[in-house]
């Protein structure tokens, strides 16, 4: 199964913005790069910007929050009427440093079951796939 095949067609990928597909794929990198047990991860948010080229400032922060949280309320539906939850689980921990104006994040989050099974079940290649797709959110 191909990641277009396995994502690209639900009624979701319509209606995300180009920014939060942006957000999923790096997502689903870092899930690859330093998945746990039990399939959380946990990454910094200053990481997540310097990933999609951004500075990391109040503005940056609060996009990816509020992309973060939509993959979290949002759903996959399929056609054939199969609806896939994206994110089971979210957390997002601000830490301010008591003798500087810096703010960190960590996230954490879960993909569900089913995300993690078409993950799992990707033919090689999905890493150009990935690359592509996300080359074709930044320019449009």
Not at 107 to 133: A, P, Y
Request: aromatic letters at 10%.
């Amino acid at each position: 199964m191909t990641f277009s095949k396995a994502f690209s067609r639900s009624e979701l990928w319509d209606y995300l913005s180009d920014f939060d597909k942006r957000i999923f794929f790096e997502l689903v990198k870092f899930w690859k790069e330093t998945k746990k047990p039990d399939n959380s991860c946990v990454f910094s948010g200053e990481k997540l910007a310097k990933t999609l080229n951004l500075p990391w400032r109040i503005e940056t922060r609060e996009a990816i929050n509020d992309a973060l949280t939509r993959l979290r309320l949002s759903d996959i539906r399929r056609t054939n009427r199969e609806i896939i939850s994206i994110l089971i689980d979210l957390r997002i921990q601000t830490i301010r440093s008591a003798n500087s104006s810096k703010v960190e994040e960590l996230v954490e989050f879960q993909f569900s079951r089913q995300v993690i099974e078409k993950l799992t079940n990707l033919k090689e290649g999905t890493e150009d796939f990935l690359r592509e797709r996300k080359t074709a959110a930044q320019s449009s």
